[in-house]
């Protein structure tokens, strides 16, 4: 055959084996079609581009506003006792045993195994006729087998990145959990102080029904009152204590709620004393929300490691497409005949050591598939991540137009409870001085009770607004101070992040 059309077959074989295997194993231009939020119309760019940075949890622990030693003492004792976030931690270790096991891959491997046999050969084509045919010997061998994957494409060392990335996920969830019971367990709290207040004021109304009845009795034996009165004095007496014993039930239900809550038993719940703090204690707000404030939540950083485990997803799909290129190696000894012991001798000893290659050809559109279900893993881990970053400014933001109207309501119900009162002082010196009837004192009872039932209610709501916003954002209202100097001035403040936040209210 002439040179030329050698060279030529040559030239077309080596054009054919690159357009086979472009075409077989090509990715096709499969890749990721979603984008994570630009930082400059959400939060700080930096807590967007590295996902994988380690999260400051703030160090401040916030329901000590509140002022309460025993509510401080039971948040104690829920996140040391709370099965909920025993499983939380529980999935966070194995979230670390799993990374483990994937960075194993990237390290040296060896195994060992040895075998004592005693053979029997036959005599056929296989074997042949020769010294060993129908003879019994012995056929020992020890071997120690070595690999080490030398990753050029970066897929064992993506791998073991993507199994810590969701381990640090798994750490998030877990404060979120934490958090979670939190603003629980202080709610619930707060709902328990609410309930011991409201008892105070129907036993307030108790003891002036009682004065009342005693009023109208001797206004009736005085000859100046009626049996009617007497009568209209006694008939609220019954639903009053009914309501006294309906909020009786309410504290006990209350208790073994937060009993429940720190992992105790009822009867633990029923050690727990009236609550000291009080409901309308003022809670101040620093006049400036760091927009680093909201990459500190839990489920905005758990959803940017999310992300980041699946870029490497997409990392490790890509190498798939390259050869795999592994050093193998082996030392052993081997001996088929001879005493049993004899191949641990050194003459026995052989080794080898070389490259090993595997590369893909053919593969059916396995790897474009993984590919693709990577590239589409990462567009619905940045929806998410995207989506969760909305959802937190919308929070925090309903949870500030909430704490401004609680504040203007907790005024507006003071003025109501101080003219009600009023009322019904000047309805009960009326009464005792016979210038009205019991109906007027009690239309004026009625309005104040329910006056200071609103009044209670607004400043509980306040309070529980409060630890809304704490948890909101994520644990402290100055996390800007709780987190290294170095990660302050790595995110500055957003100012586009911080007009939404303020936006619904004035500055405090």
């Not at 969701?166 to 979120?176: D, F, G, K, N, T």
């Not at 490259?355 to 893993?377: E, N, Y």
């Not at 003219?419 to 004026?444: C, E, M, P, W």
């Not at 909101?472 to 001035?489: F, K, T």
């Amino acid at each position: 055959m002439p040179l030329r059309i050698i060279r030529a077959l040559n030239a077309l074989s080596a054009c054919a084996l690159g357009l086979t295997l472009s075409g077989c194993i090509g990715t096709w231009g499969i890749a990721p079609q979603s984008k994570t939020l630009q930082a400059n119309t959400l939060i700080t760019d930096d807590a967007i581009r590295d996902a994988a940075r380690d999260a400051h949890w703030p160090e401040r622990q916030w329901w000590r506003a509140f002022g309460d030693p025993q509510l401080d003492h039971w948040v104690d004792l829920a996140l040391a006792g709370s099965p909920n976030l025993a499983i939380a931690a529980a999935r966070v270790r194995e979230a670390k045993a799993m990374a483990g096991v994937v960075e194993s891959a990237e390290r040296l491997q060896g195994n060992g195994q040895a075998s004592l046999k005693r053979h029997n050969w036959p005599e056929d084509q296989f074997y042949g006729p020769g010294a060993l045919s129908g003879a019994n010997t012995w056929d020992n061998d020890a071997t120690l087998g070595l690999s080490y994957d030398l990753d050029l494409w970066g897929r064992e060392r993506n791998t073991s990145e993507q199994a810590v990335d969701r381990a640090h996920m798994s750490v998030a969830e877990a404060r979120q959990a934490q958090l979670e019971l939190q603003g629980n367990l202080v709610k619930a709290y707060i709902q328990l102080s609410l309930h011991f207040a409201q008892r105070d004021i129907v036993q307030e109304q108790l003891e002036q029904q009682e004065q009342i009845r005693a009023l109208a009795e001797r206004r009736l034996a005085g000859g100046i009152g009626t049996h009617l009165e007497v009568s209209q004095a006694e008939a609220p007496l019954p639903e009053t204590h009914r309501q006294l014993d309906a909020l009786d039930e309410e504290i006990a239900l209350t208790r073994n709620q937060l009993a429940a809550l720190a992992g105790r038993g009822p009867g633990e719940g029923a050690k727990i004393l009236r609550p000291t703090l009080t409901l309308g204690a003022p809670l101040g707000l620093p006049s400036a929300l760091p927009a680093e404030l909201i990459g500190q939540r839990p489920d905005v950083v758990a959803s940017r490691w999310g992300v980041a485990a699946q870029a490497r997803g997409i990392d490790v799909a890509h190498a798939g497409f390259f050869p795999n290129v592994d050093l193998v190696g082996s030392l052993g000894f081997v001996a088929t005949g001879g005493g049993p012991l004899e191949f641990l001798t050194g003459r026995k000893f052989n080794y080898n050591v070389g490259p090993a290659i595997s590369l893909p050809i053919f593969d059916g559109g396995r790897l474009r598939s993984q590919l693709g279900v990577a590239a589409a893993g990462y567009d619905i881990a940045v929806a998410r991540y995207n989506q969760t970053v909305i959802g937190a400014l919308k929070e925090i933001s309903d949870r500030l137009i909430r704490r401004d109207s609680m504040k203007e309501q907790a005024h507006f119900a003071a003025e109501s409870v101080a003219a009600a009162r009023k009322t019904y002082d000047i309805a009960l010196v009326a009464f005792q001085r016979g210038l009205t009837d019991y109906l007027d004192v009690l239309n004026a009872q009625t309005l104040l009770l329910r006056q200071q039932q609103i009044q209670q209610q607004v400043q509980a709501t306040r309070l529980t607004s409060h630890a809304d916003l704490a948890t909101a954002l994520g644990g402290g209202l100055e996390a800007g101070r709780d987190v290294p100097a170095q990660r302050r001035e790595a995110a500055p403040e957003t100012p586009a992040a911080l007009a939404l936040l303020h936006s619904q209210g004035p500055s405090r």
